[in-house]
């Protein structure tokens, strides 16, 4: 059975190692979209088409964001629902950035509604904050084929207020939280060496980088922090093993790229596109200096 797993780390090998969020607020449009579809939720799904377009090629997969179409309400949900199906018709994989993290039947019923039906996705994300049996509701769609990324180390600075805490064990909670993801997703490897069950490791902290890479050998990670938040391509460098194991989310960077350039606003495809491509290339070369 193929697994999603592996086919993001053949993305990875292929495409690069760009993760391109969908966190598309309507101030990131430019006015002329945004006249020609008065309904900002159409605005947003055309801009997101062309976006996705652009770039399918040329990124690992798709982190859409929901919280920036629920704040558009029921015509939001829908441009949610359009974005996701159109990642699938591309041939592309769709990560639901929904961060759900609850126990029992109502964890049940978030596996159903993000990995069947109108907002069916390829990944979701996942808050394991209140124990690790928050994830077992969703074993049954891993073991389809499924995957996720549960919340090991963020990129915040409120981070600290919890997850640095030191524990009895002397280690930090997000370490604890990690060797936990780790051994929790070992029933569900890819071919690839990696788990469908992944791991978010913020890039912005990095003082540990080679010492959790090496614990979680068997976790592929979702490293967001990149460029807007402080992470650097050394940074992430540090988290990739073997040219992969990992992909690194940039949201706001390549979306609003466009405004840089004076005729970007007719061309902010064509310039997401170049953010795109330029991120990539500024990874593969601090790998090759790491």
Do not use: W
Not at 225 to 251: H, M, W
């Amino acid at each position: 059975m193929s697994t999603v797993i592996d086919r993001l780390f053949e993305n990875v090998m292929k495409n690069g190692y760009v993760c391109l969020g969908l966190d598309t607020s309507p101030n990131y449009l430019p006015e002329s979209l945004l006249r020609q579809y008065p309904d900002v939720s159409e605005a947003v799904l055309e801009f997101n088409k062309k976006i996705i377009d652009a770039t399918y090629d040329s990124v690992a997969c798709y982190k859409v964001q929901i919280a920036y179409y629920e704040a558009m309400g029921i015509k939001g949900l829908c441009a949610y629902k359009k974005t996701l199906e159109y990642i699938k018709a591309v041939g592309q994989i769709a990560v639901a950035d929904i961060k759900r993290g609850d126990i029992k039947d109502t964890a049940a019923m978030y596996a159903k509604a993000h990995f069947e039906g109108d907002f069916e996705a390829d990944m979701i994300t996942l808050n394991p904050y209140m124990g690790i049996d928050t994830l077992e509701p969703y074993e049954e769609y891993f073991a389809k084929g499924k995957g996720c990324f549960v919340l090991m180390r963020t990129s915040n600075q409120g981070a600290r207020d919890i997850q640095y805490l030191n524990t009895d064990e002397n280690k930090r909670i997000y370490e604890i939280v990690g060797e936990k993801i780790r051994d929790f997703g070992r029933k569900y490897m890819g071919t690839c060496g990696y788990s469908s069950v992944g791991a978010v490791m913020g890039a912005t902290n990095v003082e540990e980088g080679k010492k959790l890479r090496a614990m979680l050998d068997t976790t592929f990670l979702l490293i967001p922090g990149f460029g807007a938040q402080g992470g650097t391509a050394a940074d992430v460098a540090l988290y990739l093993t073997r040219n992969n194991g990992g992909i690194v989310n940039s949201s706001r960077a390549i979306l609003t790229n466009y405004k840089k350039y004076e005729d970007g606003s007719g061309k902010f495809d064509y310039y997401a596109r170049k953010e795109a491509l330029e991120m990539n290339t500024k990874i593969k070369a601090a790998l090759l200096n790491n």
